[in-house]
């Protein structure tokens, strides 16, 4: 485990560094100040982690932004493709029910927590528009990442001009699935079974969550998609995983943070 009083090192994902105006980071567990389970860099505020530790996180995610504590924007999620246009900063108290968010204002740091779904940034740099989203299967299937697109063009955006990119997300080795969630993704679409594969055990398949978010931002004409390859159940030093704390019977679990601001 990475030492708690080691900085803050969020990884990047090259297409979003590439542009200008914008910047990010995936946040992993180093440098954090919380213990015990949620040793690290814990960002979740809906976390039974001591709330002092929380906050003292996401001041230093804030800090390697050059922003203060109050500018993280963090939702309330809770599965849906809903989105949210910031126009004014809320407090961590009154987040929005949703799992999307799109800005133009440049004092905010737009936030995803994650702990196995995908948490996707966006960023369309020539329009100074950019995007924070969590996908798990769910908002993967119900189309989160697509509904974030369309607030981003009622911003000015282009979708062909739009950057997305995809953090640290369970892998495809690390999800197994019952006979009644392929069944819900076939009866949609036949040709969804694409993304499963036999899983060792009888009855059950191994999901592909990276792949399908990848395939539905292609569908919808988002202009780069980067997956950065990472799996949270695999890598406990970075990653927390909601996945591995259920199979260790563990009673919480830590969130990471994916962040994007405009300068």
């Not at 204002?105 to 948490?119: Q, T």
């Not at 036999?198 to 004409?221: E, K, M, N, T, V």
């Not at 997956?227 to 704390?245: I, K, M, N, P, V």
Request: glycine fraction near 10%; aromatic fraction near 8%; hydrophobic fraction near 45%.
């Amino acid at each position: 485990m990475m030492h708690k009083t080691d900085a803050v090192a969020p990884i990047e994902a090259p297409s979003l560094s590439a542009l200008t105006g914008v910047r990010h980071g995936f946040f992993t567990r180093q440098g954090g100040v919380s213990e015990g389970i949620y040793a690290g860099l814990n960002g979740g505020v809906g976390s039974a982690d001591a709330r002092e530790a929380v906050q003292e996180n996401r001041r230093r995610m804030t800090a390697h932004f050059d922003l203060p504590p109050e500018s993280l924007l963090t939702l309330h999620q809770v599965h849906s493709a809903d989105v949210i246009i910031v126009e004014e900063p809320f407090t961590p108290d009154a987040r929005p029910m949703a799992d999307a968010m799109v800005t133009r204002r440049p004092d905010v740091l737009l936030g995803a927590a994650s702990a196995d779904c995908g948490p996707l940034l966006f960023a369309d740099a020539e329009a100074g528009v950019i995007g924070a989203a969590h996908s798990g299967w769910k908002g993967a299937f119900t189309g989160v990442l697509e509904a974030t697109l369309d607030s981003m063009e009622r911003l000015g955006a282009r979708r062909e001009r739009i950057t997305v990119a995809l953090g640290p997300t369970i892998s495809r080795a690390a999800y197994e699935v019952g006979p009644e969630f392929v069944d819900r993704f076939t009866q949609a679409d036949a040709a969804l079974i694409r993304f499963f594969s036999p899983s060792p055990r009888a009855g059950h398949a191994l999901f592909d969550l990276p792949a399908f978010i990848a395939a539905r931002a292609q569908a919808a004409g988002a202009g780069t998609f980067e997956d950065l390859g990472l799996c949270t159940y695999a890598d406990e030093t970075r990653f927390y995983s909601y996945r591995r704390t259920t199979h260790r019977g563990e009673p919480d679990y830590g969130r990471l943070i994916a962040a994007i601001r405009l300068l």
